[in-house]
């Protein structure tokens, strides 16, 4: 992936901090329910994150506050230097390093695979449309897509789709990828292929935090896992301290429900 240049602005923070993402005592509440109650860590540049934990537990509001889809109640989020949750910051500036992976896909149905790979390169990059398709074909040829660059999303798999979405997200080149539960829309035979795509961009060094309800999914994606429960982060560790050694009680429970489904 290509290095992005340090671009600095008026709610830069400190340099010094090797983290690319640092979360600091954010909260958010709505009007009849706090998801967040006091979520602090920090994420190194390169890490692969899965994030797990009962439903409703926060976990899709915490990434949706790392992409700046939500505002946090309190707390301050710093991505590669800029805190954006100061109110002055340039949120373009922030978007441009992060591309998020929904669960629903989010492909244009009217565009063919291609063009929906191009479009966000060439409208928010500026890449001329055939420096955009080289790149969109050149990612589609990696992950055995090439052949399905001129079909519509409704002729294609949720698996393929699935990752042609991601695709879709690399070729912004982002130096952080978030995945809200990619491989939930998925039938179990399809979880696997997109798995693999996902474990390749592991490989190329790109940030990644991954929320997911599949354990397996968790432990072969990530080195680290973090396991929310009520709003919190209850537990932070290797799979191996996570899955096979839990030590926190609702973390054990968890594991166990998730075990006997
Ligand atoms: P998870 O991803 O762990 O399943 P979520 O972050 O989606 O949990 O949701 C946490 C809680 O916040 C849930 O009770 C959910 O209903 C609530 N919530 C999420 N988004 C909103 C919203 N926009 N307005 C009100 N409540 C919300």
Redesign the pocket.
């Given at each position: 992936m290509t290095e992005k240049h340090e671009t600095r602005d008026a709610c830069a923070g400190g340099s010094m901090n090797t983290s690319i993402i640092s979360i600091r005592h954010l909260c958010?509440e709505?009007?009849?329910?706090?998801?967040?109650k006091d979520i602090s860590v920090e994420i190194k540049k390169g890490e692969v994150i899965s994030i797990i934990?009962?439903?409703?537990?926060?976990?899709?509001?915490?990434?949706?506050c790392i992409n700046l889809l939500?505002t946090p109640t309190k707390g301050e989020i710093v991505v590669d230097g800029v805190v954006t949750t100061d109110k002055k910051c340039n949120i373009n500036l922030v978007r441009q390093k992060m591309g998020m992976v929904f669960q629903s896909f989010n492909l244009f149905a009217h565009k063919t695979i291609i063009e929906n790979i191009m479009m966000g390169q060439v409208d928010l990059l500026g890449r001329s449309r055939q420096e955009a398709y080289d790149r969109g074909m050149e990612l589609l040829r990696n992950i055995g897509l090439a052949d399905k660059a001129f079909s519509y999303p409704d002729e294609l798999s949720g698996g393929q789709k699935q990752r042609a979405a991601i695709a879709r997200t690399v070729a912004m080149e982002p130096e952080i990828i978030l995945f809200?539960?990619p491989t939930s829309a998925l039938d179990p035979e399809l979880v696997g292929e997109v798995l693999n795509t996902i474990k390749s961009l592991a490989e190329d060094g790109t940030t990644m935090i991954l929320?997911t309800h599949e354990i397996g999914f968790a432990r072969e994606v990530a080195r680290r896992i973090l396991f929310?429960d009520g709003?919190r982060i209850a537990a932070d560790g290797t799979p191996e301290e996570i899955i096979d050694h839990p030590e926190n009680p609702r973390l054990m429970q968890f594991l166990n429900f998730v075990n006997r489904k």
């Open positions: 958010k709505y009007l009849n329910v706090t998801p967040l934990g009962p439903s409703g537990t926060g976990k899709s509001t915490l990434l949706r939500e809200d539960e929320v929310m709003g």
